[in-house]
């Protein structure tokens, strides 16, 4: 054969046109479609994989050279299609199959390479997955036999889930708060299960033909797998027990009835009607290849660094192994945290632009991090605080998008603050805070009467005053609901047709496989798994819906039958574009706010109504986000459906009892919980912004709130539908200029103010996306897909393991460590959370003038 020097693409280039470079080659023969070793390098180059397990590679080689170009060009074809506009799909992939569709002559090499690289790139679409990140964690091969759903998978998980439930629904209340994530409970999981393997003896224990092993062999990856799923509901903190505070504690509505018992049952509703939807919603947010859920990736490439082999080669002059690696990580981050968390906790929050002049308020509102919108380039040294953003998690689009969002909202805000428009410069900038007009805290009780909005009162004391910042919030969030809503299903109309239709297919031909619609290769592993009929999610659905009626009826809550069951019409028709967005992107918008605001209108003057209201609207979004997402790894794990099933169903049981416990025992033994001085600062931030919306939306009522003192929030339902279809048509149409601008994004972005949070608790979480998920994944692609995850994962584990260590130790029961570097971040105008832009005028009030307002 003829010797050849090759000329390729640089596949790393994340420009639209991919940019010709000679590689040096050595010259030889040309290669063959039986030259094994060529091929396993070539997957290891265009791939970016250069740790692939060799049993993997070999797979596609067989799918590779069984592939004939006819068809290789016709997947490449397909991929064009149903890729085209795909943000997580690498550009540099798009281009290089558009080159190879043109032919070689275009393509620029040799007719035997452009053949092999032809099917080289089929067959990892077809057979694998079309995304890097998803192929570096995921295999293409699947074992059926392997040991999954086991007695001490329940055994050991059940414990971990309990422990990681107590723990995060106890320091979620704490600012800066950091949680037990899977990463980190799979940390403690993979222990204890080889320690059982190898301890407890193998029994058959069971009751006639229902038996099980004790201990069935050695802890497999499938096991740790569910162990993990199971963890992760643990780790999320329950829905409904967001909203204890603000029911609970005297400073707020003081609700005494609001007992244990209660809790459970209600709780369960909002546990169960999430897990309901999560099953109901496959068909939109898990099968279709597109639902990347970046968020599940790093938990996937923990345990597959923990259990599976890893071999020992350089990647861009690091030998490193990823366990090695993690846990060299773990400890630095482990032994660092103490500095940020108790030591030196300036270093959390840096406001060191304050400290200059502690006393000039117009450098606290422009730079502080407390009070201010926090303009500060150098932020932060915690990571707790870093990773708010998710940065080695998520798409750099999508941190990119959501902080040019905050940056927007933080310039809406100093313009508002300064001009004070609404009079939003009598007030701080940026609180949850709700004032009435004499410039202090609104005090709900002087505007009530059993628990009811009372006019005359109202009258006498006060219209209720919003920061800027939450002006800014509220009217983002009105038009995030409709935009996110109408854009998400314009743009992705063809998918959620397919799923509906599926759906309705499914229901009228109960033995058909789900699978059957999806052709892609997760999808026909899974087939020889028998899946869990639709009709198990709907008595779910059903068994949500009996303890939410008990619920509401059997206790003072306010809110009419009528009212539970049109809020659940209203979050099921909204939740399936919201979960689509938060598959691809990572984010996810819910509709919280809209359920306050439809709880203000349906039961007037009823704060606690509106608050019921709204927990039903997040706990559907956010739980069934947990759930689908648990799936989603289920998926990719090729786990069978049933076992992910009964261990959700299972964990969601072990979560909810564990939680509300939790918090029982903190509101029992934490001092000043909530205020916004509590010396460990368990401040809960939430609550105060519930409790803010619940008073101007529930108590004064939205008519009150739109008409007379912020009538222009009410425009933003509209401008945000008016928005939707023009911008989908700017990134149809000029993709060049919008490609990666993500409006759904962007209005998020604006929606993280009205709350103690600003721009500098998101810049440094920006700065590090740009590092790991620009730069490194684009500069140095090999070391990014072996160790990017794997760093991710360690320092969330070490700041875990550090902040719970810290915590019970020394903050559960306040040992202070008094010292500059402890006292200077609070120390000056930033820090007192109290400072106006305006006076007070003379007349000792402020706002719309007496008796104007009804």
Not at 521 to 532: G, L, T
Not at 540 to 545: G, N, Q, V, Y
Not at 648 to 654: D, E, H, K, N, S
Request: charged letters at 15%; aromatic letters at 18%; glycine letters at 6%.
């Amino acid at each position: 054969m003829a010797p050849y020097i090759e000329k390729t693409p640089s596949y790393s280039d994340t420009s639209d046109v991919a940019v010709e470079k000679k590689t040096e080659v050595v010259v030889g023969e040309v290669p063959r479609i039986d030259d094994v070793e060529f091929i396993i390098n070539r997957i290891k180059e265009s791939d970016d994989l250069e740790d692939i397990f060799e049993e993997d590679a070999m797979f596609i080689v067989d799918k590779l050279r069984q592939m004939e170009q006819e068809e290789a060009l016709e997947v490449l074809e397909h991929a064009q299609r149903y890729f085209d506009g795909d943000m997580n799909f690498p550009q540099a992939t798009m281009t290089k199959i558009r080159l190879l569709l043109q032919g070689s002559e275009a393509y620029g090499i040799g007719a035997a390479l452009y053949d092999l690289d032809v099917r080289l790139e089929a067959s990892m679409i077809k057979y694998h997955s079309p995304y890097p990140e998803v192929r570096s964690v995921c295999s293409p091969i699947d074992d059926p036999t392997q040991q999954c759903e086991t007695f001490r998978v329940y055994l050991i998980a059940g414990i971990w889930t309990a422990f990681a439930a107590f723990v995060n629904n106890m320091i979620y209340w704490r600012q800066p708060y950091f949680t037990l994530t899977s990463q980190v409970v799979q940390l403690l999981i993979l222990p204890c299960g080889q320690a059982y393997s190898k301890i407890v003896p193998n029994w058959t224990i069971g009751f006639g033909r229902y038996k099980f092993q004790l201990n069935p062999g050695a802890w497999t990856f499938k096991e740790q797998m569910l162990s993990t799923i199971m963890a992760n509901a643990g780790v999320s903190v329950c829905i409904f027990l967001y909203y204890m505070p603000t029911m609970r504690l005297s400073m707020f509505y003081g609700l005494s009835w609001m007992t244990y018992g209660f809790n459970l049952i209600f709780g369960f509703s909002c546990q169960f009607f999430g897990l309901s939807m999560a099953g109901i919603l496959r068909r939109w947010v898990i099968y279709p290849v597109k639902a990347v859920w970046p968020t599940v990736l790093p938990t996937l490439q923990l345990n597959k660094t923990l259990l599976l082999p890893d071999k020992p080669r350089t990647i861009n002059g690091w030998k490193m192994s990823k366990y090695k690696f993690f846990n060299v990580m773990l400890g630095i981050s482990f032994v660092y945290f103490f500095f940020p968390d108790y030591i030196f906790t300036a270093l959390s929050v840096f406001n060191w632009p304050t400290w200059i002049a502690p006393q000039n308020q117009n450098l606290a509102f422009v730079m502080g991090s407390k009070i201010g919108v926090g303009i500060n380039p150098i932020a932060s040294f915690d990571w707790s605080v870093i990773n708010y953003s998710i940065p080695l998690t998520v798409p750099f689009y999508t941190v990119l998008n959501r902080y040019v969002g905050t940056v927007i909202g933080g310039i809406i805000i100093l313009i508002m603050m300064y001009t004070n428009y609404l009079y939003s410069g009598y007030v701080p900038p940026n609180l949850a805070t709700i004032y009435d007009r004499y410039g202090t805290t609104y005090n709900s009780t002087r505007v009530l009467t059993d628990g009811y909005f009372d006019l005359d009162k109202y009258k006498a004391y006060s219209p209720p005053y919003m920061t800027a910042g939450a002006i800014v919030l509220n009217g983002a969030d009105y038009a995030l609901t409709t935009f996110g809503f109408l854009y998400i299903m314009i743009s992705e109309w063809s998918t959620i047709k397919e799923a509906t239709v599926g759906f309705y297919r499914a229901l009228r031909a109960r033995k058909s496989s789900n699978f059957d619609d999806y052709e892609d290769p997760m999808s026909q592993m899974m087939r020889k798994y028998p899946e869990v009929p639709d009709w198990w999610y709907l008595l779910i659905l059903l068994l949500s819906i009996a303890l939410g009626l008990i619920a509401i009826t059997c206790w003072d809550t306010q809110t009419p039958v009528w009212v539970f069951f049109a809020m659940m019409f209203v979050t099921i028709a909204l939740v399936v574009p919201s979960m689509m967005m938060y598959a691809a992107t990572g984010y996810m918008y819910t509709v919280y706010l809209l359920g306050t605001l439809l709880g203000g209108y349906w039961v007037p003057g009823s704060g606690i109504a509106c608050i019921f209201t709204r927990s039903l609207g997040y706990g559907l979004d956010e739980q069934a986000q947990t759930y689908v997402g648990d799936q989603k790894m289920g998926h990719y794990a090729k786990i069978a459906p049933r076992a992910v099933f009964r261990a959700q169903f299972y964990a969601t049981i072990v979560q909810t009892f564990v939680g509300f416990a939790s918090w029982e025992m903190l509101e029992a033994g934490m001092p000043d919980l909530c205020s916004t001085t509590q010396p460990s600062r368990f401040v809960c931030t939430f609550a105060h912004t519930m409790y803010s919306q619940s008073l101007l939306l529930g108590v004064i009522g939205p008519k009150r709130t739109f008409d007379t003192l912020y009538p222009s929030l009410k425009y933003a339902f509209i401008i945000g539908a008016g928005l939707a279809p023009i911008c989908f048509l700017l990134r149809k149409y000029f993709p060049k200029y919008f490609y990666y601008c993500q409006p759904v994004l962007i209005l998020a972005g604006i929606a993280r103010w009205g709350s103690s949070y600003n721009i500098s608790y998101y810049t440094p979480g920006m700065i590090a996306s740009f590092f790991f998920m620009y730069y490194i994944r684009s500069r140095y692609t090999m070391w990014w897909a072996k160790y990017n995850y794997i760093l991710s994962s360690a320092l969330t584990a070490g700041t875990a393991f550090c902040g719970i260590l810290v915590f019970v130790a020394l903050q559960y029961h306040a040992k202070t460590l008094t010292w500059w570097g402890n006292s200077v971040a609070t120390a000056g105008v930033d820090g007192a959370l109290v400072a106006t832009v305006f006076d007070v005028p003379e007349v000792g009030y402020f706002g719309v003038a007496n008796g104007t307002w009804s």
